[in-house]
């Protein structure tokens, strides 16, 4: 177990807060399909069964040591919270996440998405607007620069 422990504090690192500490942790820890598995204490509401992840007791007890090394504030209540409220009790919606703006809903979504550049260069184009003048025309053949001609 020490060797796992200090493995997982070198990928983690330190002088992180608790809960960031927590979120990395869990990343390389777990997958978002094997946390849907799971709830703190085994109870689904639907019909789907769920183990209890309290129930884990050597992977919390690594899983503590590590956040512990990050932030010496950590402590049993706050994995508990963790867990129950941060990543378990929201395992499907960070699987399966909802689409923020639909091109139905919001049209100008889709030129945020392209960026703005190309809207620009296609204004450009169709204005015929040169945005690179060439230093050449506006110098002389000498090198000197050209007086308007009136």
Known sequence: MKKVVMNLRKIIGSGHSWRNACYKLSSVLFTKELLTHFSWTGVSRT????????????????????????????????????????ILKHANTRLNPKKKNDKENNPDQEN???????????DIIIC????????????GDDGEQQEEEN
């Open 47 to 86: 019909k789907n069964t769920k183990l209890p992840f309290q129930k884990l007791h050597n992977i919390l007890g690594i899983f503590y040591h590590v956040v512990k090394y990050c932030d010496g504030s950590f402590n049993y209540a706050h994995r508990e919270t963790f867990f129950r409220d941060g």
């Open 112 to 122: 945020i998405r392209r960026g703005r550049d190309d809207i620009l260069i296609e």
């Open 128 to 139: 015929n607007v040169d945005v690179n003048p060439v230093e050449e025309e506006l110098m």
